[in-house]
């Protein structure tokens, strides 16, 4: 199995829902992530677990939660979001070697989508 | 982390080679650098990966030179498939290989 996978594929919340996402990869990867993408833009790294530890939370608000628990599932809570998240998140994973050889394997993404 | 610099579009036609060019003028001894693809709607996809000089495989081709500040993705005959965003990032292990830059937009003409 050498993919990553997302659910759901859309979702679309009020901004006064919870809701979760969630991502699963089985290729033993070490470190899983999670990107969120505006139209036109690149994607924009918001957390990033290794060894299922937290290691990088690039300054995200407390509406968005994220969960690793274990090694292949990583979940994202949300919860009173508002209409500006709407957004693709996409999931990512990567063996976490140590090595420059180390590359990214995305997910589809869940499109988001707040009211 | 190094800084990447890309155009943000190019236009090319059906069955012609595409080079893509990024500059990271600041990349450190250690950082290899990747290119990825990514369909609308869709997660990046990895293409090529190189350190220096230059790497093939079945997708593409990538040119780096000795000075490094530069590297260029080249597409052999390219299809209205290959319409997509390629981005192009820099760095020497998964923990700080994570910042995208701006990308450049391929459009494929029949």
């Known amino acids: 199995d050498t993919e990553v996978t997302q659910t759901p594929k859309h979702l679309v919340m009020g901004m006064t829902n919870k809701k979760s996402l969630k991502c699963e990869q089985h290729?033993?990867?070490?470190?899983m992530y999670w990107y969120k993408q505006k139209a036109k833009k690149p994607p924009e790294l918001m957390f990033v677990?290794?060894?299922?530890?937290?290691?990088i939370n690039e300054s995200v608000p407390s509406r968005f939660s994220p969960e690793c628990p274990n090694s292949s599932l990583l979940n994202l809570h949300l919860h009173a979001l508002q209409p500006e998240d709407s957004a693709l998140y996409l999931c990512?994973?990567?063996?976490?070697?140590?090595?420059?050889?180390?590359?990214?394997?995305f997910g589809p993404g869940t499109r988001l989508t707040v009211l | 982390l190094a800084k990447t610099t890309q155009p943000i579009s190019m236009d090319s036609y059906e069955g012609q080679e595409v080079n893509i060019t990024c500059s990271h003028n600041?990349?450190?001894?250690?950082?290899?650098i990747t290119w990825y693809q990514q369909f609308p709607s869709q997660g990046p996809r990895f293409i090529i990966q190189?350190?220096?000089t230059k790497v093939t495989n079945e997708v593409a081709s990538l040119f780096i030179p000795a000075d490094r500040k530069s590297s260029t993705l080249s597409l052999p005959r390219v299809s209205l498939s290959d319409t997509a965003v390629y981005y192009c990032?820099?760095?020497?292990?998964?923990?700080?290989?994570?910042?995208f830059g701006g990308g450049t937009r391929l459009m494929v003409k029949p």
């Open positions: 290729m033993g990867h070490r470190a």
């Open positions: 677990y290794s060894y299922e530890k937290l290691s």
């Open positions: 600041n990349i450190a001894t250690n950082d290899y």
């Open positions: 990512a994973s990567n063996p976490w070697e140590g090595a420059g050889t180390d590359t990214q394997y």
């Open positions: 190189g350190y220096k």
């Open positions: 990032l820099v760095g020497w292990d998964a923990g700080n290989m994570l910042t």
